[in-house]
């Protein structure tokens, strides 16, 4: 039977892919306890620092030091999780067999123990009014690009705020079970229909700015709601499916949502696939991306 070697470089690079994850898992792996223990408490350090930011910023807005904050502590996870990754990676390739020791010393048990401790810090969110959510789709480019992870708020006092322009985060009518983004653009009592690609709200139409081609054959635009929120979205020049849809007449308890990717989202305009999106099914309102695949975007505001 093949025997486990610690100074293998294949083992050197898991090591290093397990604290990568998260960080100290990898030290465990290489039995370095001390240094599992250090990386692991600058983890719990920076979720904690999160928690906290996140409470005293308030259920309704971001402050430009919160805001710092959040860009602040993204950049201390990249930072300690690459020193967790490369210390781990040397660490077991240096490292010699040690004696197993008692259970709790032993690399599972400290394994177990650091999995215990991030899974709990998944929890905490939901219990303090905010939660964390990632995007699968394109359906809200240019806003939330494909793998962004965000924040939203959820306290009572953040849902019974959202307005039209923001992006909100609600249980899909039809199963009430699956997690939908999308912008709210249209409120109870308002009656909202789609004309050859432009919105019509109340009978108005909502303007909209040419700010140039976001690639072939796509449009990015600039929308004004009447409420004066304006954002940005992607129209195709050869239109889509949901270009027109009849006047919906919302009730006293619906919200109309759309993508901001106009011509590939399904939302409130195809009533078979969401529909009218009842205020109880909302979770929270979107507030800011902590992680991109493009480091710009990390610590910036859902608008």
Same mark, same amino acid.
């Given at each position: 039977?093949?025997?486990?070697?610690?100074?293998?470089?294949?083992?050197?690079?898991?090591?290093?892919?397990?604290?990568?994850?998260?960080?100290?898992?990898?030290?465990?792996?290489?039995?370095? &306890?001390?240094?599992?223990?250090?990386?692991? $408490? *600058?983890? =719990? /350090?920076?979720?904690? +620092?999160?928690? @906290? %930011?996140?409470? !005293?910023?308030?259920? &309704?807005?971001?402050?430009?030091?919160?805001? $710092? *904050?959040? =860009? /602040?502590?993204?950049? +201390?996870?990249? @930072? %300690?999780?690459? !020193?967790?990754?490369?210390?781990?990676?040397?660490?077991?390739?240096?490292?010699?067999?040690? /004696?197993?020791?008692?259970?709790?010393?032993?690399?599972?048990?400290?394994?177990?123990?650091?999995?215990?401790?991030?899974?709990?810090?998944?929890?905490?969110?939901?219990?303090?009014?905010?939660?964390?959510?990632?995007?699968?789709?394109?359906?809200?480019?240019?806003?939330?690009?494909?793998?962004?992870?965000?924040?939203?708020?959820?306290?009572?006092?953040?849902?019974?705020?959202?307005?039209?322009?923001?992006?909100?985060?609600?249980?899909?009518?039809?199963?009430?079970?699956?997690?939908?983004?999308?912008?709210?653009?249209?409120?109870?009592?308002?009656?909202?229909?789609?004309?050859?690609?432009?919105?019509?709200?109340?009978?108005?139409?909502?303007?909209?700015?040419?700010?140039?081609?976001?690639?072939?054959?796509?449009?990015?635009?600039?929308?004004?709601?009447?409420?004066?929120?304006?954002?940005?979205?992607?129209?195709?020049?050869?239109?889509?499916?949901?270009?027109?849809?009849?006047?919906?007449?919302?009730?006293?308890?619906?919200?109309?949502?759309?993508?901001?990717?106009?011509?590939?989202?399904?939302?409130?305009?195809?009533?078979?696939?969401?529909?009218?999106?009842?205020?109880?099914?909302?979770?929270?309102?979107?507030?800011?991306?902590?992680?991109?695949?493009?480091?710009?975007?990390?610590?910036?505001?859902?608008?």
């Amino acid at each position: 039977m093949r025997q486990f070697d610690p100074s293998g470089h294949g083992s050197a690079l898991w090591g290093a892919l397990l604290s990568l994850v998260l960080p100290g898992l990898g030290q465990a792996y290489a039995r370095r &306890l001390r240094a599992a223990t250090l990386f692991a $408490a *600058g983890s =719990i /350090a920076i979720s904690a +620092a999160l928690v @906290v %930011l996140m409470q !005293a910023s308030g259920p &309704l807005t971001l402050t430009p030091a919160a805001l $710092a *904050g959040f =860009i /602040a502590l993204a950049l +201390a996870t990249l @930072v %300690l999780n690459a !020193a967790a990754a490369v210390h781990a990676g040397r660490a077991v390739r240096r490292g010699r067999e040690r /004696a197993a020791g008692s259970l709790w010393r032993s690399t599972w048990s400290w394994g177990v123990a650091l999995a215990a401790i991030s899974l709990a810090f998944e929890f905490i969110p939901g219990e303090l009014d905010w939660n964390a959510f990632s995007v699968p789709s394109a359906s809200m480019l240019p806003t939330l690009e494909v793998g962004d992870r965000f924040v939203t708020l959820d306290s009572e006092a953040a849902r019974a705020a959202i307005a039209p322009g923001d992006v909100i985060v609600f249980l899909l009518p039809r199963d009430r079970t699956t997690d939908y983004v999308k912008r709210l653009v249209a409120m109870p009592g308002q009656t909202i229909e789609m004309r050859h690609g432009t919105i019509w709200i109340d009978g108005a139409e909502v303007p909209h700015e040419d700010l140039g081609p976001a690639g072939p054959q796509t449009r990015r635009w600039r929308l004004m709601l009447p409420n004066g929120r304006s954002y940005e979205v992607l129209k195709t020049l050869a239109g889509g499916m949901l270009d027109d849809a009849p006047a919906t007449v919302l009730g006293p308890d619906q919200l109309f949502v759309m993508g901001d990717n106009l011509d590939n989202s399904l939302d409130s305009r195809a009533p078979s696939a969401v529909g009218p999106v009842p205020r109880e099914l909302v979770v929270g309102r979107a507030a800011v991306i902590f992680w991109s695949h493009d480091p710009s975007r990390i610590g910036t505001p859902v608008q």
